[in-house]
Protein backbone atom coordinates (compact mmCIF):
# COMPACT_ATOMS: atom_id res chain seq x y z
CA UNK A 1 0.00 0.00 0.00
CA UNK A 2 1.26 3.40 -0.97
CA UNK A 3 2.19 6.49 1.69
CA UNK A 4 -0.85 8.11 0.04
CA UNK A 5 -3.56 5.04 0.46
CA UNK A 6 -2.46 4.68 4.09
CA UNK A 7 -2.70 8.17 4.61
CA UNK A 8 -6.28 8.34 3.18
CA UNK A 9 -7.56 5.57 5.12
CA UNK A 10 -5.28 6.79 8.08
CA UNK A 11 -8.24 10.43 7.97
CA UNK A 12 -10.87 8.49 6.75
CA UNK A 13 -10.80 6.47 10.10
CA UNK A 14 -10.71 9.21 12.21
CA UNK A 15 -13.06 11.08 10.03
CA UNK A 16 -15.58 8.05 10.85
CA UNK A 17 -14.07 7.74 14.49
CA UNK A 18 -15.58 11.82 15.00
CA UNK A 19 -18.64 11.42 13.59
CA UNK A 20 -19.58 8.15 15.54
CA UNK A 21 -18.07 9.86 18.57
CA UNK A 22 -20.56 13.17 17.73
CA UNK A 23 -23.49 10.98 17.11
CA UNK A 24 -22.84 8.92 20.11
CA UNK A 25 -22.79 12.00 22.15
CA UNK A 26 -26.26 13.23 20.33
CA UNK A 27 -28.01 10.10 21.66
CA UNK A 28 -26.26 10.47 24.96
CA UNK A 29 -28.22 13.40 25.05
CA UNK A 30 -31.03 12.92 23.73
CA UNK A 31 -31.41 10.17 25.93
CA UNK A 32 -30.39 12.41 29.11
CA UNK A 33 -33.56 14.53 27.78
CA UNK A 34 -35.90 11.53 27.32
CA UNK A 35 -34.81 10.09 30.61
CA UNK A 36 -36.11 13.71 32.57
CA UNK A 37 -39.12 13.95 30.39
CA UNK A 38 -40.53 10.36 30.05
CA UNK A 39 -43.63 9.76 32.55
CA UNK A 40 -43.63 13.38 34.11
CA UNK A 41 -45.94 16.29 33.29
CA UNK A 42 -44.55 19.28 31.15
CA UNK A 43 -46.23 22.73 32.86
CA UNK A 44 -46.92 25.71 30.67
CA UNK A 45 -47.93 28.69 32.77
CA UNK A 46 -50.19 31.18 30.42
CA UNK A 47 -50.26 34.74 32.10
CA UNK A 48 -54.13 35.25 31.45
CA UNK A 49 -57.47 33.53 31.77
CA UNK A 50 -58.82 30.46 29.99
CA UNK A 51 -60.59 31.14 26.50
CA UNK A 52 -58.54 34.40 25.45
CA UNK A 53 -55.75 34.03 22.34
CA UNK A 54 -53.40 33.20 25.03
CA UNK A 55 -55.02 30.50 25.96
CA UNK A 56 -56.34 29.49 22.31
CA UNK A 57 -52.83 29.50 20.77
CA UNK A 58 -51.08 27.38 24.18
CA UNK A 59 -53.61 24.73 23.88
CA UNK A 60 -52.94 24.23 20.28
CA UNK A 61 -49.25 24.24 20.45
CA UNK A 62 -49.45 22.06 23.35
CA UNK A 63 -51.10 19.17 21.96
CA UNK A 64 -49.08 18.72 18.54
CA UNK A 65 -45.81 19.67 20.54
CA UNK A 66 -45.45 16.72 23.65
CA UNK A 67 -44.77 14.16 20.55
CA UNK A 68 -41.66 16.10 19.78
CA UNK A 69 -40.14 16.34 23.19
CA UNK A 70 -37.99 13.42 23.72
CA UNK A 71 -39.78 11.05 26.45
CA UNK A 72 -43.12 12.35 25.65
CA UNK A 73 -44.06 14.45 28.49
CA UNK A 74 -47.77 15.42 29.22
CA UNK A 75 -47.88 19.14 28.87
CA UNK A 76 -50.54 20.84 31.16
CA UNK A 77 -51.86 24.12 30.96
CA UNK A 78 -51.65 26.21 34.60
CA UNK A 79 -53.20 29.43 33.99
CA UNK A 80 -52.00 32.84 36.25
CA UNK A 81 -53.79 35.62 35.36
CA UNK A 82 -52.48 39.23 37.43
CA UNK A 83 -51.20 42.39 36.62
CA UNK A 84 -51.16 42.03 32.10
CA UNK A 85 -48.31 39.31 32.94
CA UNK A 86 -46.89 40.35 35.69
CA UNK A 87 -47.58 38.03 38.07
CA UNK A 88 -47.05 34.86 36.31
CA UNK A 89 -43.75 36.45 35.23
CA UNK A 90 -42.42 37.29 38.82
CA UNK A 91 -43.61 33.16 40.06
CA UNK A 92 -41.44 32.13 36.13
CA UNK A 93 -38.67 33.44 38.10
CA UNK A 94 -38.79 33.48 41.41
CA UNK A 95 -40.38 30.44 42.52
CA UNK A 96 -40.78 28.12 39.37
CA UNK A 97 -38.47 25.05 39.12
CA UNK A 98 -35.44 25.97 36.80
CA UNK A 99 -34.89 22.30 35.69
CA UNK A 100 -37.08 22.08 32.47
CA UNK A 101 -40.17 20.89 34.22
CA UNK A 102 -42.18 24.67 34.15
CA UNK A 103 -42.16 26.74 31.02
CA UNK A 104 -44.73 29.90 29.82
CA UNK A 105 -46.32 32.25 27.81
CA UNK A 106 -46.32 35.20 29.28
CA UNK A 107 -48.09 38.50 28.42
CA UNK A 108 -45.65 39.51 24.98
CA UNK A 109 -45.66 42.96 26.64
CA UNK A 110 -43.89 42.15 30.36
CA UNK A 111 -40.83 43.47 29.22
CA UNK A 112 -42.23 46.56 28.07
CA UNK A 113 -44.52 46.75 31.22
CA UNK A 114 -41.29 46.05 33.12
CA UNK A 115 -39.27 49.12 32.32
CA UNK A 116 -42.68 51.16 32.41
CA UNK A 117 -43.68 50.12 35.33
CA UNK A 118 -41.30 48.04 37.57
CA UNK A 119 -42.72 48.68 40.71
CA UNK A 120 -43.96 45.17 41.95
CA UNK A 121 -42.35 43.72 38.84
CA UNK A 122 -39.69 41.12 39.79
CA UNK A 123 -38.10 39.69 37.18
CA UNK A 124 -35.65 39.86 34.26
CA UNK A 125 -36.52 38.92 30.59
CA UNK A 126 -33.54 39.72 29.34
CA UNK A 127 -32.06 36.64 31.32
CA UNK A 128 -34.95 34.32 29.77
CA UNK A 129 -34.44 31.75 26.78
CA UNK A 130 -36.99 31.73 25.03
CA UNK A 131 -38.02 28.51 23.34
CA UNK A 132 -39.55 29.65 20.00
CA UNK A 133 -42.58 31.99 19.36
CA UNK A 134 -45.64 30.97 16.54
CA UNK A 135 -47.06 34.27 15.38
CA UNK A 136 -46.59 37.96 16.06
CA UNK A 137 -49.16 40.02 18.19
CA UNK A 138 -49.74 43.13 16.78
CA UNK A 139 -52.49 44.81 18.77
CA UNK A 140 -55.21 46.86 17.35
CA UNK A 141 -57.99 49.01 19.00
CA UNK A 142 -60.65 47.38 18.01
CA UNK A 143 -64.30 49.17 18.55
CA UNK A 144 -67.39 48.06 18.51
CA UNK A 145 -69.90 49.50 15.71
CA UNK A 146 -72.62 50.74 18.34
CA UNK A 147 -69.72 52.65 20.28
CA UNK A 148 -70.21 56.46 20.59
CA UNK A 149 -67.28 56.76 18.02
CA UNK A 150 -66.46 54.47 15.32
CA UNK A 151 -63.70 56.55 13.32
CA UNK A 152 -60.67 58.14 14.07
CA UNK A 153 -61.53 62.08 13.75
CA UNK A 154 -64.74 61.17 15.32
CA UNK A 155 -62.63 59.57 18.30
CA UNK A 156 -60.72 63.22 18.33
CA UNK A 157 -64.07 64.68 19.99
CA UNK A 158 -66.07 62.03 21.31
CA UNK A 159 -64.85 59.30 24.21
CA UNK A 160 -65.06 55.91 23.91
CA UNK A 161 -64.48 53.58 26.99
CA UNK A 162 -61.76 50.43 26.25
CA UNK A 163 -61.69 47.61 28.93
CA UNK A 164 -58.01 46.17 29.68
CA UNK A 165 -56.02 43.55 31.89
CA UNK A 166 -53.85 44.57 34.45
CA UNK A 167 -51.36 47.81 33.49
CA UNK A 168 -48.40 45.75 32.47
CA UNK A 169 -50.88 44.58 29.34
CA UNK A 170 -50.83 46.60 26.12
CA UNK A 171 -54.74 45.94 26.57
CA UNK A 172 -54.44 49.16 29.32
CA UNK A 173 -50.81 50.77 27.80
CA UNK A 174 -52.40 50.87 24.36
CA UNK A 175 -55.55 53.15 25.01
CA UNK A 176 -53.45 54.99 27.00
CA UNK A 177 -50.87 55.89 24.30
CA UNK A 178 -53.33 56.73 22.32
CA UNK A 179 -54.85 59.24 24.62
CA UNK A 180 -52.07 61.12 25.53
CA UNK A 181 -49.77 61.14 23.22
CA UNK A 182 -52.23 60.82 20.06
CA UNK A 183 -54.70 62.94 21.31
CA UNK A 184 -57.88 60.31 20.89
CA UNK A 185 -60.58 60.14 23.74
CA UNK A 186 -59.44 56.61 24.92
CA UNK A 187 -60.56 55.92 28.39
CA UNK A 188 -59.38 53.00 30.05
CA UNK A 189 -60.66 50.46 32.44
CA UNK A 190 -58.26 47.91 33.69
CA UNK A 191 -58.99 44.97 35.65
CA UNK A 192 -60.29 42.79 33.65
CA UNK A 193 -59.01 38.74 34.17
CA UNK A 194 -58.46 37.92 30.53
CA UNK A 195 -59.37 39.52 27.21
CA UNK A 196 -62.58 36.86 26.99
CA UNK A 197 -64.41 39.07 29.83
CA UNK A 198 -63.88 41.73 28.26
CA UNK A 199 -65.30 40.67 24.74
CA UNK A 200 -68.40 39.51 26.55
CA UNK A 201 -68.58 43.11 28.54
CA UNK A 202 -68.19 45.01 24.74
CA UNK A 203 -71.34 42.55 24.13
CA UNK A 204 -73.52 44.03 27.12
CA UNK A 205 -72.63 47.20 26.49
CA UNK A 206 -70.61 47.89 29.57
CA UNK A 207 -67.23 49.33 27.43
CA UNK A 208 -66.89 49.89 23.86
CA UNK A 209 -63.40 49.13 23.09
CA UNK A 210 -60.32 46.29 23.59
CA UNK A 211 -56.75 46.92 22.27
CA UNK A 212 -56.11 43.37 21.34
CA UNK A 213 -53.80 41.00 19.46
CA UNK A 214 -54.50 41.18 15.83
CA UNK A 215 -53.49 37.33 15.43
CA UNK A 216 -56.27 36.57 18.75
CA UNK A 217 -59.24 38.47 17.66
CA UNK A 218 -59.11 37.10 14.14
CA UNK A 219 -59.32 33.57 15.90
CA UNK A 220 -61.48 33.93 19.04
CA UNK A 221 -64.46 36.55 17.49
CA UNK A 222 -63.50 36.38 13.59
CA UNK A 223 -66.60 36.20 12.89
CA UNK A 224 -67.26 39.34 14.42
CA UNK A 225 -64.69 40.99 12.11
CA UNK A 226 -65.79 39.62 9.09
CA UNK A 227 -69.37 41.13 9.92
CA UNK A 228 -67.40 44.44 10.89
CA UNK A 229 -69.13 44.31 14.79
CA UNK A 230 -65.37 45.21 15.42
CA UNK A 231 -63.90 47.95 13.46
CA UNK A 232 -60.14 48.35 13.54
CA UNK A 233 -58.89 51.94 14.13
CA UNK A 234 -55.42 51.77 14.74
CA UNK A 235 -52.27 48.89 15.00
CA UNK A 236 -50.19 49.07 18.02
CA UNK A 237 -46.55 47.76 15.91
CA UNK A 238 -43.50 48.29 14.13
CA UNK A 239 -45.07 47.16 10.74
CA UNK A 240 -48.41 47.21 9.22
CA UNK A 241 -50.19 43.50 9.30
CA UNK A 242 -50.61 42.09 5.33
CA UNK A 243 -54.12 42.19 6.25
CA UNK A 244 -54.87 45.52 7.58
CA UNK A 245 -52.98 47.84 4.56
CA UNK A 246 -55.21 50.65 5.38
CA UNK A 247 -55.43 50.73 9.51
CA UNK A 248 -52.73 53.19 10.43
CA UNK A 249 -49.63 52.25 13.14
CA UNK A 250 -49.77 54.41 16.43
CA UNK A 251 -45.84 54.94 15.30
CA UNK A 252 -47.08 56.70 12.32
CA UNK A 253 -49.49 58.86 14.29
CA UNK A 254 -47.23 60.51 16.35
CA UNK A 255 -46.58 63.99 16.16
CA UNK A 256 -42.93 64.38 17.29
CA UNK A 257 -39.97 62.53 17.33
CA UNK A 258 -39.89 62.05 21.06
CA UNK A 259 -43.13 60.28 21.00
CA UNK A 260 -42.50 57.98 17.86
CA UNK A 261 -38.91 56.66 19.93
CA UNK A 262 -41.33 55.97 22.87
CA UNK A 263 -43.94 53.83 20.38
CA UNK A 264 -41.20 52.76 18.66
CA UNK A 265 -39.90 50.99 22.24
CA UNK A 266 -42.98 50.21 23.35
CA UNK A 267 -44.40 48.27 20.16
CA UNK A 268 -40.86 45.66 20.01
CA UNK A 269 -43.52 43.40 22.13
CA UNK A 270 -45.22 42.96 18.94
CA UNK A 271 -42.09 40.63 17.66
CA UNK A 272 -42.08 38.73 20.96
CA UNK A 273 -45.42 37.74 20.11
CA UNK A 274 -47.49 34.00 21.23
CA UNK A 275 -43.65 32.87 22.31
CA UNK A 276 -43.26 30.13 25.02
CA UNK A 277 -40.00 30.49 27.65
CA UNK A 278 -37.85 28.69 29.45
CA UNK A 279 -36.40 29.63 32.81
CA UNK A 280 -32.95 31.35 33.00
CA UNK A 281 -31.07 28.02 34.49
CA UNK A 282 -32.69 25.41 32.46
CA UNK A 283 -29.50 22.67 31.82
CA UNK A 284 -28.45 23.45 28.09
CA UNK A 285 -29.41 19.70 26.81
CA UNK A 286 -32.95 20.61 27.49
CA UNK A 287 -33.44 24.40 25.76
CA UNK A 288 -32.01 22.33 22.83
CA UNK A 289 -34.27 19.85 23.29
CA UNK A 290 -37.55 21.74 23.41
CA UNK A 291 -36.30 24.65 20.87
CA UNK A 292 -35.78 21.62 18.44
CA UNK A 293 -39.51 20.00 19.22
CA UNK A 294 -41.28 24.04 18.80
CA UNK A 295 -39.51 24.55 15.29
CA UNK A 296 -40.79 20.91 14.39
CA UNK A 297 -44.05 21.52 15.61
CA UNK A 298 -44.46 24.56 13.45
CA UNK A 299 -44.04 22.75 10.59
CA UNK A 300 -46.13 19.44 11.49
CA UNK A 301 -49.15 19.47 8.74
CA UNK A 302 -51.31 18.12 11.66
CA UNK A 303 -50.79 21.03 13.34
CA UNK A 304 -50.97 23.67 10.53
CA UNK A 305 -54.38 22.07 9.57
CA UNK A 306 -55.80 22.61 13.20
CA UNK A 307 -54.46 26.49 13.41
CA UNK A 308 -56.20 27.26 9.73
CA UNK A 309 -59.18 25.26 11.09
CA UNK A 310 -59.36 27.54 14.23
CA UNK A 311 -58.13 30.72 12.30
CA UNK A 312 -55.03 31.23 13.80
CA UNK A 313 -52.41 33.21 12.22
CA UNK A 314 -48.44 31.49 12.13
CA UNK A 315 -45.65 33.52 11.93
CA UNK A 316 -43.09 31.32 13.87
CA UNK A 317 -39.43 32.52 14.82
CA UNK A 318 -36.55 30.57 16.71
CA UNK A 319 -36.12 31.10 20.35
CA UNK A 320 -33.03 32.88 19.60
CA UNK A 321 -34.51 35.27 17.10
CA UNK A 322 -36.98 36.00 20.37
CA UNK A 323 -34.37 36.49 22.55
CA UNK A 324 -32.70 38.95 20.69
CA UNK A 325 -35.52 41.21 20.28
CA UNK A 326 -36.18 40.83 24.07
CA UNK A 327 -32.98 41.74 24.75
CA UNK A 328 -32.61 44.50 22.81
CA UNK A 329 -35.68 46.32 23.89
CA UNK A 330 -34.40 46.01 27.72
CA UNK A 331 -31.16 48.11 26.48
CA UNK A 332 -33.28 50.69 25.25
CA UNK A 333 -31.94 54.50 26.11
CA UNK A 334 -33.65 55.15 29.55
CA UNK A 335 -34.72 58.77 28.38
CA UNK A 336 -37.24 56.86 25.61
CA UNK A 337 -38.35 54.91 28.38
CA UNK A 338 -38.86 58.09 30.85
CA UNK A 339 -41.00 59.48 27.67
CA UNK A 340 -43.43 56.57 27.72
CA UNK A 341 -43.48 56.77 31.60
CA UNK A 342 -44.77 59.61 31.90
CA UNK A 343 -47.78 59.31 29.22
CA UNK A 344 -48.76 56.50 31.05
CA UNK A 345 -48.88 58.00 34.34
CA UNK A 346 -50.94 60.47 33.11
CA UNK A 347 -54.24 60.64 35.09
Known amino acids: MSQTSRGNLLRGSLTGGLVAALAFVATAKADAVGDFYKGKNLTAIISFAPGGGYDVYARTIAQHLQQYIPGNPTIVLQHMPGGGGVKAANYFDNIAAQD ?26 AK ?6 AVTSATVLL ?7 T ?12 GATGTGSMSFMGPKVYREMLGLRTKVVAGYPGTNPIVLAI ?5 HALNWSWASAKSVRGQWLTEKTLIPLIQFALERAPDLPNVPLALELAGNA ?3 AAIRFMSHYAAIGRALAAPPKIPRDRLAALRKAFDDTMKD ?8 KRKMDIEPATGEAVNKVMREAMATPASVIAKAQSALNRK
Open 301 to 308: PKFLADAK
Open 100 to 125: GSIVAMIADSVGVSLKLRPKGAKFDP
Open 203 to 207: EKGEV
Open 151 to 162: TLDALRKTEITA
Open 143 to 149: VHRNAPA
Open 258 to 260: DDK
Open 128 to 133: WEYIGR
